[in-house]
């Protein structure tokens, strides 16, 4: 879709409590991008939201480049940011760094599959899609408990963001699940990555589940 009024910015289209916007968010601030890409928050699933008019998904994270051209999916508007600015880049190099990533991206869909199902009406939840996803999300935890024991994420990478937006999401937006529960080290870890700016600035709000 092209942009008729594109002459500006790059524009970053967020909603306040969507964990994958934040990982481009918060990788926005750590490449101190944040005077390159103006940021825009819009609505979702409203024939008015502000992104439509971009992104036909509907979606974000969706970055509208002054060319005209959108691009979506976190992942890839990571590497956009990559190839611009000074400061090193989000994706990790090694196909370990990669692997990684994807582990936590896979949790974040999980949650956000389970999450989906505790908005709707009690009557229309399905226990069986809520019980594979909590599941799920216990598996990759563990295993990430275990690279964190490790040393892993100690680097801010593509991998670090998206553990810290999955488990703020946890915190702030799906505190049902009790993510802390025999895993010291993430613990420990998602305290001092909350005290980073880029974690700060971009805290979603609570929303009760
Ligand atoms: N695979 C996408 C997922 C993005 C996504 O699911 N975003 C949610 C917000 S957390 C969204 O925009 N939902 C609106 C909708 O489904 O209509 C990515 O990696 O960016």
């Given at each position: 879709?092209?942009?008729?009024?594109?002459?500006?910015?790059?524009?970053?289209?967020?909603?306040?409590?969507?964990?994958?916007?934040?990982?481009?968010?918060m990788a926005l601030r750590e490449r101190?991008?944040?005077?390159?890409?103006?940021?825009?928050?819009?609505?979702?699933?409203?024939?008015?939201?502000?992104?439509?008019?971009?992104?036909?998904?509907?979606?974000?994270?969706?970055?509208?480049?002054?060319?005209?051209?959108?691009?979506?999916?976190?992942?890839?508007?990571?590497?956009?940011?990559?190839?611009?600015?000074?400061?090193?880049?989000?994706?990790?190099?090694?196909?370990?760094?990669?692997?990684?990533?994807?582990?936590?991206?896979?949790?974040?869909?999980?949650?956000?599959?389970?999450?989906?199902?505790?908005r709707r009406p009690v009557s229309e939840?399905?226990?069986?899609?809520?019980?594979?996803?909590?599941?799920?999300?216990?598996?990759?935890?563990?295993?990430?408990?275990?690279?964190?024991?490790?040393?892993?994420?100690?680097?801010?990478?593509?991998?670090?963001?998206?553990?810290?937006?999955?488990?703020?999401?946890?915190?702030?937006?799906?505190?049902?699940?009790?993510?802390?529960?025999?895993?010291?080290?993430?613990?420990?870890?998602?305290?001092?990555?909350?005290?980073?700016?880029?974690?700060?600035?971009?805290?979603?709000?609570?929303s009760g589940i």
């Amino acid at each position: 879709m092209t942009d008729s009024s594109s002459a500006g910015k790059p524009r970053l289209f967020y909603s306040e409590g969507s964990p994958y916007a934040r990982i481009c968010r918060m990788a926005l601030r750590e490449r101190g991008l944040g005077q390159t890409v103006d940021e825009a928050v819009t609505t979702l699933r409203d024939p008015a939201a502000a992104v439509l008019p971009y992104n036909p998904v509907g979606r974000v994270p969706a970055l509208a480049l002054p060319d005209g051209t959108t691009l979506t999916e976190t992942t890839l508007i990571l590497g956009w940011l990559d190839g611009h600015g000074g400061r090193p880049g989000m994706m990790p190099a090694s196909a370990s760094g990669q692997a990684t990533y994807g582990r936590v991206l896979g949790l974040l869909d999980g949650v956000a599959v389970w999450n989906r199902e505790l908005r709707r009406p009690v009557s229309e939840r399905s226990p069986s899609v809520i019980a594979l996803e909590l599941a799920r999300a216990n598996r990759v935890a563990d295993v990430l408990e275990s690279q964190a024991a490790q040393g892993a994420f100690s680097t801010v990478d593509a991998g670090f963001l998206a553990l810290a937006a999955v488990l703020g999401y946890a915190e702030r937006r799906h505190t049902v699940w009790k993510w802390r529960e025999g895993r010291p080290c993430l613990d420990q870890w998602f305290a001092q990555a909350s005290r980073r700016a880029a974690f700060c600035e971009t805290l979603p709000p609570p929303s009760g589940i």
